[in-house]
């Protein structure tokens, strides 16, 4: 039966039978943001089709998701250790499912976008809390391995998702992308009332920094507003005062979080110059790879006439890959430093990405044509991404270790917020355009030069501002290995246990 009160005090083993549901009902917990991560975009070509949305819409489709999960990410988590890692990771994934309901019966792009919004606030909720529960409930000497197979089970769900939206948009239709939450979420909740320890830290003290996240999300709206609107046709009106509402609101979250005693963002943590520059380095890949992920699935459809599903399928080499090679990527790092990696890295993503410009209208051999530019991007990511969170770890003491590493994860998602709205204005797409398959080949050309140039400033910088070993920083941890070492996730570097402890 259920176990309503803390679990031992030496945790839950990792063989038990509590110990099984408690890993499956994390897993499927943020299996269901890792789908979404993948699925969506997947299905946007035929979404904006059915609901008549101009590509303005398709961008908030995902930045409205992607706004709410960014700004409050980083708060999410704190919730769990004050008022139960169980019942906030539930809570998420009831408020996750339901938003899901509302997208799936969107009758237009605004009811869709508003309920993405939504989505994003349970997402928030449940994606940090389900690797609390991994870290809270299980024993020490069983805690590494299971934030393992945590890690790689999470990785199989993002390698799943591409093929599956793809069957749903073609098959049941776009609304089952959503609707599919719903059954998912009710079986992660049953699993959590009858089986998930409930846990929270005793000692957690201090207010909740809610007037930061306002200000971080009304600062990431105030931008992303400006920059989609000046695809359209803009009025210096129109994108002057969202600007200048986002850059003033960007102020006051810095005076706020210097003055708090428990900051969302610690600025303290930028103190260390590896740390800053690492996540310099993150905003320009994860902004490529947030660029290549957004137009990948539009080119393949509109432009080279594949239907969803393979579109879907086209993409899964780069997950499989990731998927393989990220823990021998890592380990790779460790003998030999991160500097290499993380130089040569973002370069053969780049490669891939300029090789993605090979797609075009008439494109009709896979094996030719997309299969050489999504494989040797995929080796490109494999080989940055663990080292990436390794160093980002290293850079930082031990005790900042979680809140850097939930910095890390919240600025790519910011970056693929602000590459979506600005990369449709930087090559030219904008409005119905989307549904051309000349306009959007020659933007998807554009986009792929601009997203390998990112790659290449993020490989540079990481040549010139890692050093061949990392110099650790003091109290931090001598090895600094992720213990997600698995990881396939478009969306962001992977959390590392203790982030959750963001107040």
Request: proline content about 6%; overall charge neutral.
């Amino acid at each position: 039966m259920a176990t309503a009160g803390l679990p031992a005090a030496d945790g839950v083993r990792l063989a038990s039978r509590t110990g099984r549901w408690v890993l499956a009902c994390s897993v499927l917990g943020s299996g269901m943001a890792m789908l979404d991560g993948t699925i969506v975009n997947i299905a946007l070509p035929r979404l904006g089709e059915d609901l008549g949305a101009s590509l303005a819409a398709l961008q908030w489709t995902v930045n409205g998701y992607l706004l709410t999960l960014a700004g409050l990410i980083l708060l999410g988590g704190g919730l769990g250790d004050r008022y139960g890692r169980r019942r906030v990771f539930t809570v998420g994934v009831v408020w996750f499912a339901l938003a899901s309901a509302l997208c799936g019966i969107a009758q237009d792009s605004g009811m869709l976008i508003a309920s993405r919004a939504l989505q994003g606030v349970g997402g928030a909720l449940l994606t940090p809390g389900s690797l609390a529960l991994v870290q809270s409930t299980f024993r020490p000497e069983d805690r590494a391995k299971a934030v393992g197979a945590w890690s790689g089970l999470g990785g199989v769900a993002g390698a799943v998702g591409p093929f599956l939206g793809g069957w749903l948009v073609d098959g049941p239709g776009w609304r089952w992308i959503f609707f599919i939450n719903v059954p998912l979420g009710a079986v992660v909740v049953a699993i959590a009332a009858r089986h998930v320890p409930e846990s929270r830290d005793r000692n957690a003290t201090g207010s909740f920094d809610v007037t930061g996240a306002a200000l971080a999300a009304l600062c990431l709206a105030g931008i992303t507003y400006a920059l989609i609107a000046a695809s359209g046709s803009p009025s210096l009106l129109g994108v002057g005062l969202p600007v200048l509402a986002g850059v003033l609101c960007g102020v006051a979250f810095l005076r706020t979080e210097r003055v708090r005693a428990h900051p969302m963002l610690p600025l303290g943590v930028f103190s260390s110059r590896l740390f800053t520059a690492m996540n310099v380095v993150t905003l320009c890949l994860y902004a490529a790879i947030g660029g290549v992920f957004f137009l990948l699935p539009v080119q393949l459809q509109v432009a080279a006439g594949y239907s969803a599903l393979r579109a879907g399928l086209a993409t899964l080499p780069v997950t499989v890959l990731m998927l393989l090679l990220s823990a021998p990527a890592g380990e790779l790092a460790q003998r030999i430093g991160p500097r290499l990696p993380l130089t040569v890295g973002p370069l053969l993503a780049a490669a891939g990405m300029l090789l993605l410009t090979r797609i075009s209208p008439g494109t009709s051999s896979y094996p030719l044509d997309v299969l050489p530019a999504v494989v040797v991007q995929g080796l490109g990511m494999s080989l940055f991404v663990a080292p990436l969170t390794a160093t980002v770890l290293a850079s930082v003491d031990v005790d900042h270790a979680g809140v850097a590493s939930g910095v890390n994860n919240a600025a790519a998602r910011v970056a693929q917020l602000l590459v979506v709205a600005a990369l449709p204005l930087a090559v030219g797409l904008s409005d119905d355009a989307y549904r051309s398959a000349r306009a959007v080949d020659a933007a998807f050309g554009k986009a792929m030069v601009i997203c390998a140039g990112l790659c290449a400033a993020g490989a540079g910088l990481a040549a010139f501002l890692v050093p061949s070993r990392t110099v650790l920083s003091e109290g931090a941890e001598e090895t600094a290995e992720p213990q997600c070492a698995a990881n396939c996730g478009f969306s962001a570097p992977p959390l590392e246990p203790g982030s959750s402890r963001v107040t």
